[in-house]
């Protein structure tokens, strides 16, 4: 997909898996079972889906990465628990769509949560490196302060060996709000599945593309108020899913999902009785 000046692909960062009634809240498990099954654990499988775009910014090529999913630093317990499928899942990837680790130029993480950033570090024998040693990496500064001094209900998901490298490497970039971080491509605050969450817009002259994060983290997640158990501030996240669906309904941008396991991105429309709805889109 070509959007303004920037070549868009989805990338696959593997697939694992979560407790459903986290995340579905306090929507019954009667209503969710029968869109995503669970296991015998009560997990269903999410996908991690990253975006890859390729451009150019003043004759220079950028290759830039959209999240990076779980990542391959855990142990057997950790991917024992969340059913992580697959090693080296976003590297392999890229791969093979003729990207090396060397090649990303730019990284945009949506927050630091482990499923989000631990992609973004991996292991290199005793150590813990950047996963893309040449590249820059961009939260919003709200989300590293979080990440340093996390709240109680989120401080399991911040894990610092998915960022003290950046740090320590010196490439790790915060932004403040709404954020032209190249030619074409925005950063916007959306809070409410935790205070830093960003999203990413690529802009084009007809239509944009915007990745989320977990505001809205599958397409089953488009009713307002289907907020997860781990949504921090759930009258936030509904007020924010609220602006945006409204903004992209019945256009023809494109809302694209981080964990979405069946396709990575739609478009949003409403049905007969006003409910929303997405239409599958290719990347």
């Known amino acids: 997909m070509k959007i303004g000046n920037w070549d868009i692909r989805h990338v696959d960062a593997g697939f694992f898996k979560l407790d459903g009634g986290a995340m579905f809240g306090t929507v019954p498990k009667v209503i969710w079972a029968k869109l995503m099954p669970a296991d015998d654990l009560n997990r269903i499988r999410f996908a991690s889906n990253s975006l890859v775009l390729f451009g150019e910014v003043h004759g220079q090529p950028r290759v830039v990465v959209v999240e990076t999913g779980n990542g391959d630093k855990e142990d057997d317990l950790f991917r024992e628990r969340f059913a992580l499928e697959g090693r080296?899942?976003?590297?392999?990837?890229?791969?093979?769509?003729?990207?090396?680790?060397?090649?990303?130029?730019?990284?945009?993480?949506?927050?630091?949560?482990?499923?989000?950033?631990?992609?973004?570090?991996?292991?290199?024998?005793?150590?813990?490196?950047?996963?893309?040693?040449?590249?820059?990496?961009?939260?919003?500064?709200?989300?590293?302060?979080?990440?340093?001094?996390?709240?109680?209900?989120?401080?399991?998901?911040?894990?610092?060996y998915n960022w003290e490298p950046l740090l320590e490497a010196g490439l790790l970039e915060t932004v403040e709000g709404i954020c032209e971080v190249l030619p074409g491509i925005q950063v916007r605050p959306m809070p409410g599945h935790n205070n830093g969450n960003q999203g990413v817009v690529v802009l084009g002259e007809d239509r944009k593309l915007i990745y989320s994060g977990d505001l809205i983290p599958t397409h089953h997640h488009i009713q307002p108020t289907w907020v997860m158990g781990y949504d921090l501030d759930v009258n936030t996240c509904v007020a924010e899913r609220l602006r945006l669906l409204e903004e992209i309904c019945d256009t023809e941008d494109v809302l694209a999902f981080d964990h979405d396991p069946e396709f990575p991105a739609g478009k949003v429309r409403k049905d007969a009785k006003g409910r929303y709805r997405v239409e599958p889109v290719e990347l």
């Open 88 to 160: 080296n899942v976003l590297v392999d990837s890229l791969s093979a769509l003729g990207v090396q680790a060397e090649d990303v130029t730019d990284v945009i993480l949506t927050h630091l949560h482990f499923d989000h950033a631990g992609g973004a570090t991996r292991r290199e024998g005793d150590r813990i490196v950047p996963t893309f040693p040449k590249a820059r990496y961009v939260v919003q500064r709200q989300e590293l302060e979080d990440a340093l001094n996390p709240p109680l209900r989120s401080k399991a998901s911040y894990l610092p």
